[in-house]
Nanobody, 122 residues
Framework: VQLQASGGGSVQPGGSLKLSCAASGFTSDYYNIGWFRQAPGKARERVSCISSDDGTTYYAESVKGRFTISRDNAKSTAYLQMNNVKLEDTAVYYC????????????????RGQGTLVTVSS
């Protein structure tokens, strides 16, 4: 079982970046997918989540209107489109999969992947 986040990098404020989360070793279609992030010296934060069934989404207030979560079950991949990024979006971004609901916290996710670093700087 593996969740591989990728697509991180350096971007200027106001720019865009698209993260990918590739799942393997399990049927990710049945799982809700979440994106989390952890900035240096801060607690891990739930950024966004998308349900397995009807595509219902959740966004943290800090990213609402700027980030868009999506999934392509045919490719077993979820995405996080990040637009108009801000300095405070700098963090390691993680994706995870769970069978509960969109309020599920990191520790209750069934599968958790390694992160990808996003650095926003001018």
């Amino acid at each position: 079982v593996q969740l591989q986040a990728s697509g991180g990098g350096s971007v200027q404020p106001g720019g865009s970046l698209k993260l990918s989360c590739a799942a393997s070793g399990f049927t990710s279609d049945y799982y809700n997918i979440g994106w989390f992030r952890q900035a240096p010296g801060k607690a891990r934060e739930r950024v966004s989540c998308i349900s397995s069934d009807d595509g219902t989404t959740y966004y943290a207030e800090s990213v609402k209107g700027r980030f868009t979560i999506s999934r392509d079950n045919a490719k077993s991949t979820a995405y996080l489109q990040m637009n108009n990024v801000k300095l405070e979006d700098t963090a390691v971004y993680y994706c995870a999969a769970q069978l509960l609901d969109l309020t599920t916290t990191w520790s209750d996710y069934n599968y958790r992947g390694q992160g990808t670093l996003v650095t926003v700087s001018s």
